[in-house]
């Protein structure tokens, strides 16, 4: 499965975007679709996942109540819809697939690409 992250941009504070991620190839039900932000200097960090199949989500406490993660089975896209963004939301965006519900990066086996999210104050 080849992962194709889109959506991001800059924007005020306070302000929206939402990110698109376009998998090719079938997801099988039991996988799992994960957002992960990293910013300069920083490690790689989880965002939001969703269970493919039960379309069960989670989310980091920092953005626990703003972000909202959804999947459109029919055209094998997830969304993360962001509100009330911050400065420090700032870094660069990537989805991923697994297996198994993981928080950890490592965890991991296909990326797609990051695309840019910039929040000025």
């Known amino acids: 499965v080849q992962l194709q992250a889109s959506g991001g941009g800059l924007v005020q504070a306070g302000g929206s975007l939402r990110l698109s991620c376009a998998a090719s190839?079938?997801?099988?039900?039991?996988?799992?679709i994960a957002w992960f932000r990293q910013a300069p200097g920083k490690e790689r960090d989880f965002v939001a996942a969703i269970r493919w199949g039960s379309g069960l989500t989670y989310y980091a406490a920092s953005v626990k109540g703003r972000f909202t993660i959804s999947k459109y089975s029919a055209e094998n896209t997830v969304y993360l819809q962001m509100n009330s963004l911050k400065p420090e939301d700032t870094a660069v965006y990537y989805c991923?697939?697994?297996?198994?519900?993981?928080?950890?990066?490592?965890?991991?086996?296909?990326w797609g690409q990051g695309t840019q999210v910039t929040v000025s104050s």
């Open positions: 991923a697939r697994t297996s198994e519900l993981a928080y950890a990066p490592a965890q991991y086996k296909s």
């Open positions: 190839g079938r997801i099988f039900s039991s996988s799992v």
